[in-house]
């Protein structure tokens, strides 16, 4: 098994800890993302879990399951709209061990495979490694709302360097997906890892830059957190353009939230 997919379970075992205490009613809480409830979260991340899985090991059912989503998409409907409908009335509890002992087994299935195999996805091919590190992004990225919801605080691990690798890796893709032109030079990012370990890319520079707390780079690059409920320092014209609309997941070209719209929550 490699290192992301053991990331993955533990990220989604993590999530899972915190979810374990609610009741069925506690589901319909609303989080600051877009309306989701918490049973919205899970949800949809049990929808596109099984997305994954089937990519990786059903590549027709894949193409089905799509070609489902595209439709709902062409009627106006919303991704939690279409994953009700094919959640069929699973809420609550059972929602999320339905989802607990899918992700596991899912885990087990990406173990398995070559990492460098390719699979489909609703864009370009991808490879089994980077597939479940897109998991990965996005249980982290939709579990925060979760935690600000709840006023739980977040104990971060080095398993976020996954995502922080995305983000860097998806510079050009922010400014490709709005159709803009990517600047020349890429900025040099240098993090403060939880385990208090520095990661660095990019060449060194000291007008282009972006640094700080490794988690919060990955808040702003999942779009989490807007750029200015951090403490980031941003250096140049292109660090800062590219952190105003740091977009490292798939699909429409999306706009961060609003400054302190994405908060945790406390008494």
């Not at 949809?44 to 990519?55: E, G, I, M, T």
């Not at 925060?144 to 996954?162: M, P, S």
Request: net charge negative; with cysteine; proline share 4%.
């Amino acid at each position: 098994m490699f290192q992301q997919v053991t990331d993955f379970l533990e990220e989604s075992e993590a999530l899972h800890g915190l979810l374990a205490p609610l009741g069925d009613a506690d589901f319909e809480t609303r989080t600051q993302f877009r309306g989701y409830t918490i049973g919205d979260v899970v949800g949809h991340l049990h929808h596109w879990n099984h997305a994954a899985d089937l990519s990786l090991r059903d590549p027709a059912g894949f193409q089905a399951f799509f070609a489902e989503v595209s439709a709902g998409i062409s009627k106006g409907q919303g991704l939690v709209e279409i994953a009700d409908a094919w959640l069929d009335g699973l809420r609550g509890r059972a929602l999320v061990e339905t989802w607990r002992s899918f992700y596991r087994d899912m885990a087990g299935h990406f173990g398995e495979a070559d990492p460098k195999a390719r699979v489909q996805w609703a864009g370009p091919d991808m490879s089994v490694r980077s597939s479940i590190t897109a998991r990965l992004m996005e249980t982290w990225a939709h579990g925060q709302e979760v935690y600000d919801v709840l006023g739980a605080e977040r104990v971060h691990t080095d398993r976020i360097k996954n995502i922080a690798q995305l983000g860097v890796n998806t510079f050009g893709w922010t400014f490709a997906v709005r159709r803009l032109e990517a600047p020349a030079e890429k900025p040099y990012v240098r993090l403060l890892a939880p385990s208090g370990e520095v990661w660095e890319w990019n060449e060194p520079s000291e007008t282009n830059r972006v640094e700080g707390d490794a988690a919060e780079f990955c808040q702003v690059v999942t779009q989490v957190r807007n750029l200015a409920d951090t403490k980031l320092r941003v250096t140049g014209d292109a660090a800062t353009r590219w952190m105003s609309i740091a977009q490292c997941f798939a699909g429409a070209a999306a706009e961060p939230p609003a400054p302190g719209t994405r908060y945790r929550v406390t008494a």
